[in-house]
């Protein structure tokens, strides 16, 4: 959905002279300093990862007017590659995307460069100072914390990125001019419009959200893969509401740029019905497709998770000691990152800041995903309450997808079995949900019996895992096992069991019909994005039926096998 590759290291005659980002198949974007020095036909673009991909020679086709100030306006410049390149391009953000959260705080931003010493890129964490543009021009940046990575020559034209989208809200064009001090300039994305149009028609409007624009770049990226024959016209006629405005004359050139009209050209208080049509129509094609034989059906697959596993254990030291140990995964590998018995009155910050550690670990703008795994007895743990940083107080399962799983499915017979479950989810359109309703007299084995049958999908239950009633039906879902299950830790009281057989006005019964309704379109391996997006709803409206959700989602192709060359423990409950 949201991919690091469009990250670009600029070159002139061998020597690394700047970062830039792919804005389309052909256009970089970098700063007009970063180029403006340099023999003629000297300029080369990498892409550091892309490894596979090869130096491609660039001459610049347009520039913002710089005239070789420090201080000038107009220090932009657009670079045409030799040729098209397969990689998405850079997702940008709406304007205004890196003032401050729906909470009013400041927004984690995040700059990938290539300062002296670091020619593989390194990372850096920045926010904004003020909403004000300075000479109409720039927002001055500062670091995220004190301390952190001092903006050098080497990040001039590096995108400026949303941590929590991965999306580009900016370009870095300036450094302090102190030394010793974190803090620099951007250039936002209006004023790079204002400098170069072309890039206009790239800049969605704030009235779609995140999730939905997520969603949207996800799905044209797998028909891209999957080298999916579709007329976007014809695409988007399908899609576009009767006051929409029509397609343009000379077409799409691309799903691409089909997918940007959507965004970019359609407002109002109807534009996400039409996005979301869009997309309905576009996944439905995607997965015609990938029902034939081929590549296709890969590239349908689950998305390609970056996670990060929060592992907590009962330490064996009383029950005010916990064992945590945190794992960063990518590339295939494996990464430990931290590991320790901690009193329970540490324990949230010690995971806060072991999490974000392990995004050092990530690719820069990859899916992330937080994993908690967690003894049966702890499964309902609020950790998507939790917050998710020292000076942030928004919940961790509002700004990242985020799951449990249960530790005792570690064993390799539940491995085995929950793979091959979820090579069959990979062809599902929809998270079917079988349904365990309060105050259910189904014995437990019948319940086996339907879990196993091919179409079970997601199971939901009306009470949380710790009422008497419920926790052998529980114990016999995870155990089937079902690749998902999911409840309310506010559903239908346990003590009101015994009187409540799911009728109206059970809050249990009334969660699941909001689930059935909410996740019955949603394939399976992007539930924990929909679950985000719906914390994130109920974080803004009080009383919403989804405040206390709990996923557990098991996939365990997402994590690497314990057994091979990654080093990963044993005992690690997910993998």
């Given at each position: 959905m949201r991919s690091a590759e469009w990250h670009a290291r600029i070159e002139s005659a061998g020597r690394v002279v700047g970062a830039g980002f792919l804005v389309t198949p052909r256009k970089v974007l970098t700063?007009?300093?970063?180029?403006?020095?340099?023999?003629?036909g000297a300029l080369t673009v990498t892409f550091p990862e892309r490894p596979d991909c090869a130096a491609v020679p660039a001459r610049v086709v347009a520039d913002g007017g710089w005239r070789g100030g420090v201080t000038d306006p107009g220090d932009l410049a657009v670079l045409e590659l030799d040729h098209d390149l397969p990689i998405a391009p850079a997702a940008l953000a709406p304007v205004d995307a890196a003032h401050t959260d729906r909470h009013d705080r400041p927004r984690k931003l995040l700059v990938y460069g290539f300062p002296v010493g670091f020619d593989e890129g390194t990372l850096a964490e920045?926010?904004?100072?003020?909403t004000q543009l300075l000479n109409r021009e720039w927002i001055q940046l500062e670091?995220?914390?004190?301390?952190?990575?001092?903006?050098?020559?080497g990040f001039s034209g590096a995108a400026v990125t949303l941590v929590d989208t991965g999306e580009v809200v900016g370009m870095v064009t300036a450094a302090a001019g102190d030394p010793g001090v974190a803090d620099g300039r951007m250039m936002p994305t209006e004023v790079?419009?204002?400098?170069?149009?072309?890039l206009e028609g790239l800049v969605p409007t704030s009235d779609h959200r995140s999730a939905d624009r997520a969603r949207l770049r996800g799905l044209v990226e797998r028909a891209v893969r999957a080298g999916l024959d579709c007329d976007p016209v014809r695409?988007?006629?399908?899609?576009?509401?009767p006051l929409d405005?029509?397609?343009p004359e000379e077409g799409f050139d691309s799903l691409w740029s089909a997918a940007l009209f959507v965004l970019c050209e359609i407002d109002g208080a109807d534009a996400a019905a039409t996005v979301a049509r869009f997309a309905d129509r576009l996944e439905e094609l995607v997965r015609a497709a990938a029902e034939g034989p081929g590549p296709v059906e890969e590239a349908a697959g689950a998305p390609d998770w970056s996670p990060i596993l929060v592992d907590l254990q009962h330490s064996g030291a009383g029950d005010e000691q916990v064992r945590v140990e945190v794992s960063a995964y990518s590339g295939g590998r494996r990464h430990p990152v931290g590991s320790d018995t901690v009193p329970r009155s540490r324990l949230r910050a010690y995971v806060q800041d072991r999490i974000e550690a392990a995004f050092r670990y990530l690719t820069p703008g990859s899916d992330e995903l937080i994993a908690f795994a967690l003894p049966r007895d702890w499964i309902d743990l609020p950790v998507d309450r939790w917050a998710s940083a020292p000076d942030d107080d928004t919940p961790l399962g509002s700004v990242y997808p985020l799951v449990v799983t249960d530790q005792a499915r570690r064993r390799a017979g539940a491995r085995h079995q929950l793979t091959r479950a979820w090579r069959q989810?990979?062809?599902?359109?929809?998270?079917?949900?079988?349904?365990?309703?309060?105050?259910?007299?189904?014995?437990?084995p019948r319940l086996r019996m339907r879990l196993r049958r091919a179409e079970a999908?997601?199971?939901?239950?009306a009470t949380a895992p710790a009422a008497p009633r419920t926790r052998p039906h529980f114990d016999t879902t995870l155990t089937a096992p079902a690749p998902l299950v999911v409840w309310s830790r506010g559903g239908c009281a346990a003590g009101a069991e015994e009187a409540c057989a799911g009728g109206d006005g059970c809050a249990g019964k009334s969660f699941l019909d909001e689930l059935d309704a909410c996740v019955s379109g949603v394939p399976p391996a992007e539930l924990p994005r929909a679950v985000l997006a719906l914390r994130e709803e109920a974080d803004a409206e009080e009383g919403h039926w989804a405040r206390d959700i709990q996923l557990l989602w098991d996939d365990p192709r997402v994590f690497t096998d314990p057994h091979g060359r990654d080093g990963a423990l044993p005992r690690s409950p997910v993998t």
């Open positions: 700063c007009a300093h970063v180029v403006s020095e340099g023999p003629p920045y926010r904004i100072t003020a670091a995220w914390q004190p301390g952190g990575r001092t903006l050098a020559p790079m419009a204002r400098h170069w149009p072309g695409l988007y006629g399908a899609a576009a509401a405005p029509p397609a989810l990979d062809a599902v359109p929809g998270a079917r949900i079988l349904r365990v309703e309060c105050g259910s007299a189904e014995e437990p999908c997601l199971a939901g239950f």
